[in-house]
């Protein structure tokens, strides 16, 4: 198992070699100067041109790709063409945000889908099962924004239950330590804090929960189908073992792996697909700086929030794969 994560985790560096290289090139054919628009449309073309020669962007690009690649294995993720600012001090806070979104969102998904799917092939043919199935074909079909958009005129404009926007309430800021407001509020011993923390989150989480919500449901369903047909399980119910055990206990962990793949890489997708929950509701998260970025040309802050995406993706996965061998003692890796 060790030798196994090692070489994965060296199999890491071509992956995002690569990445890089891809990113590097495409966000320079993005039409448009960066120097242009910092200075603005009325700006001469010596100033231009003197702003393009201070941000190296006058340099070939093979320069320019190895002279950021040089920053990276020294930690130096570049600075931002707008703000200044070295982009490793400031991203922190957006990818908090980020994270904090996603994986309330998948908790919401894996909580709901699972039990969803578990319950659908239990009784299978059902009123139940085809209630869920109707509901996850409904959830991987509507857009978020529009998911979103309703939530807000139900819940927040509506009823006045939950905010329209935003991580806190503006009037009471939290005091950042982590970034990860939950955690903040938490260490801080602030529960008034929380309760407006997690209000927060609700309308968001579920929005952007719905999709692998829906997917997960499906794949739980189908997968505890085929195990509950296996001979163990009816042996398991000959002797007797009270259905719920037979459900939860045994056929559930063999029922996991094609699960665990799909949470895996619909985490993965949640953290680099965020960006229109995160429009819709005001969330200053990752994909709208990203967002940002790519409209005022920031290419240091667009090449570092992919590639950081990108690690945080194939790192999921990796933790994936060696949770493979925790639950199913039969594949080992060498």
Avoid at 190 to 208: C, F, T
Avoid at 288 to 296: G, H, K, M
Avoid at 321 to 327: G, N, Q, R, S, T
Wanted: aromatic share 10%.
């Amino acid at each position: 198992m060790l030798s196994y994560t090692i070489r994965r985790l060296f199999s890491l560096v071509p992956v995002l070699l690569g990445l890089s290289f891809i990113v590097f090139i495409m966000i320079r054919a993005i039409p448009g100067n960066p120097a242009q628009l910092i200075l603005g449309q009325l700006a001469t073309k010596d100033a231009i041109a003197d702003l393009t020669r201070q941000l190296g962007l006058d340099q070939p690009w093979y320069t320019q790709y190895f002279k950021y690649l040089g920053g990276l294995f020294t930690g130096d993720l570049g600075i931002s063409i707008k703000t200044k600012a070295p982009i490793s001090s400031e991203i922190w806070p957006y990818l908090a945000a980020t994270m904090e979104l996603s994986f309330c969102a998948m908790a919401i998904a894996i909580v709901i889908g699972v039990n969803a799917g578990i319950i659908s092939a239990w009784f299978q043919n059902s009123w139940f099962d085809y209630a869920a199935m109707v509901l996850a074909l409904l959830g991987v079909s509507i857009p978020i924004f529009w998911l979103g958009l309703m939530g807000q005129w139900i819940f927040s404009v509506n009823l006045d239950w939950l905010p329209t926007s935003g991580r806190e309430e503006v009037r009471n800021p939290i005091s950042a330590i982590t970034n990860l407001y939950i955690l903040d509020t938490i260490l801080q011993g602030r529960m008034d804090q929380l309760g407006e923390v997690i209000k927060h989150l609700i309308l968001p989480s579920l929005a952007l929960a719905t999709i692998p919500m829906a997917i997960i449901a499906r794949i739980t369903r189908s997968s505890m189908q085929e195990v509950m047909k296996s001979d163990f399980i009816r042996t398991a119910r000959a002797k007797g073992v009270r259905m719920f055990w037979v459900v939860y206990k045994h056929s559930l962990k063999n029922a996991t792996i094609p699960v665990l793949t799909v949470i895996g890489l619909q985490t993965g997708l949640l953290l680099g697909g965020a960006i229109l929950t995160e429009t819709i509701f005001s969330w200053p998260g990752i994909g709208r700086y990203i967002f940002e970025a790519i409209s005022n040309r920031d290419y240091p802050v667009i090449q570092s929030g992919i590639l950081i995406i990108a690690l945080i993706f194939v790192c999921i996965n990796l933790v994936v794969d060696l949770l493979y061998a925790a639950i199913d003692p039969r594949i080992k890796y060498r």
